[in-house]
């Protein structure tokens, strides 16, 4: 793979981008916020996605970073917004089960943990690795944290949309020649999961009147005594 200053740099810079969209998952305290930073976060993704194929000339990356563009900050939120009532979207605040300052600190500690695991893995001479698999584990990891510290739905749902981010931004520049069918299945499945979500997530607000999963915990716990 033809590493260039450019290349590299430009990667460090969307690297560096999509880990602050990876802690913003965690900070931001309102749903079209969250849903915001994962829409900035898959961008931030095809960008590499672009960045490798420039460099290596594997023109399969050019479609896998449309097919990203397309899929997770297109026609996600677009699914969302169609299936999740509106109350949920113009809520202010969202109830976590770690406070920010907590959560910062946690999603410090897996950032570090990130590179510690990744750093003796990637290959010394190989620029693009040694960003994007640490990179990628510490999104995957916080947004691990996003996923089971928030209580709404919808959140939680972005949560593990934005694991998938980060497993598949450490993927790419391990493999950057998997196959094209292998991203439109994976793509096709995270659409399906998000579709289903959106709607089981509709029809417990119009039946319960709420989304909080802690609240819906204790209903049942209440409900079974």
């Not at 829409?39 to 479609?63: K, N, Q, T, Y």
């Not at 089960?97 to 190989?126: E, K």
Request: aromatic share 4%.
């Amino acid at each position: 793979m033809v590493q260039s200053a450019w290349a590299v740099a430009l990667n460090d810079l969307a690297g560096g981008l999509f880990l602050l969209t990876a802690v913003a998952l965690v900070v931001v305290r309102q749903v079209q916020a969250c849903l915001a930073a994962f829409v900035l976060e898959s961008v931030l993704l095809a960008a590499s996605a672009f960045i490798l194929a420039a460099a290596s000339g594997i023109p399969d990356l050019v479609a896998v970073g449309l097919i990203t563009i397309a899929v997770k900050a297109v026609l996600l939120p677009w699914l969302l917004r169609g299936t999740v009532p509106e109350e949920i979207y113009t809520r202010r605040e969202l109830s976590q089960l770690v406070n920010v300052p907590a959560s910062l600190l946690i999603a410090l500690a897996l950032t570090l943990a990130a590179y510690l695991i990744a750093v003796p893995l990637a290959p010394a001479q190989d620029a693009f690795i040694r960003v994007n698999l640490p990179i990628g584990l510490a999104g995957l990891f916080i947004s691990a944290l996003s996923l089971v510290t928030r209580r709404e739905a919808v959140p939680q749902l972005v949560g593990l949309l934005a694991m998938e981010n980060g497993a598949f931004l450490a993927g790419v520049s391990i493999a950057p020649d998997l196959p094209l069918i292998a991203e439109l299945a994976a793509s096709f499945d995270v659409l399906v999961i998000v579709l289903v979500m959106g709607i089981l997530t509709r029809a417990i607000h119009e039946h319960v009147g709420t989304t909080d999963i802690v609240e819906l915990v204790e209903r049942s716990d209440e409900e079974e005594l």
